[in-house]
């Protein structure tokens, strides 16, 4: 994204919109010098032009791999926990302690992508955020690996 960020829009944590290239944002791997509390909410990109059959073939490869891999069906927040810097992803992680399927009320660790927390229906900011805790509970408890959020919970301590 650093590459082609020209601007993003932000929220900060008043609500008062804000505007920072890419350069102020310091973006990196995983990383950007966002201020706590602010949020995206838009951005302006530099693309390069190509043949459109070309891009629409690369997005086809895309989809594919998403689908064979996400648990598309269902709504998500994309990937929930940051691959450890060494050892296992956190998939991996999740899937060795047994979590594969976990379910609090309607929020459930999917069973096709285990770093993927899905909404069968009902469920509530609440029994996502405590199935979030109970497998970083869970993964520290059998393997001492502390998994970090990759999501920001917006609203909560």
């Known amino acids: 994204m650093r590459d082609i960020l020209l601007e993003a829009e932000l929220l900060d944590q008043t609500g008062a919109r804000q505007l920072r290239t890419a350069e102020q944002l310091a973006m990196g791997y995983r990383h ?64 060795q302690a047994g979590l594969r399927g976990l379910r609090v009320g309607d929020a459930q660790v999917s069973t096709r992508h285990c ?19 109970r497998v970083q509970e869970e993964i520290k408890r059998h393997f001492g690996v502390e998994l970090q959020p990759e999501v920001q919970c917006v609203g909560w301590d």
């Not at 059959?53 to 490869?61: G, W």
């Not at 064979?68 to 060494?86: D, I, R, Y």
């Not at 770093?115 to 805790?133: C, I, S």
């Open 32 to 95: 950007c010098a966002l201020p706590e509390g602010w949020i995206f909410t838009a951005g302006r990109f530099r693309l390069t032009p190509d043949d459109p059959e070309r891009v629409r073939e690369r997005m086809r490869q895309c989809n594919r791999k998403r689908r064979a891999s996400q648990p598309l069906e269902w709504p998500s927040a994309g990937s929930v926990f940051k691959n450890p810097p060494e050892g296992p992803k956190a998939w991996e992680w999740i899937q």
């Open 115 to 133: 770093n993927f927390f899905v909404n069968l229906g009902q469920a509530t900011a609440t029994e996502m955020r405590t199935l979030m805790d």
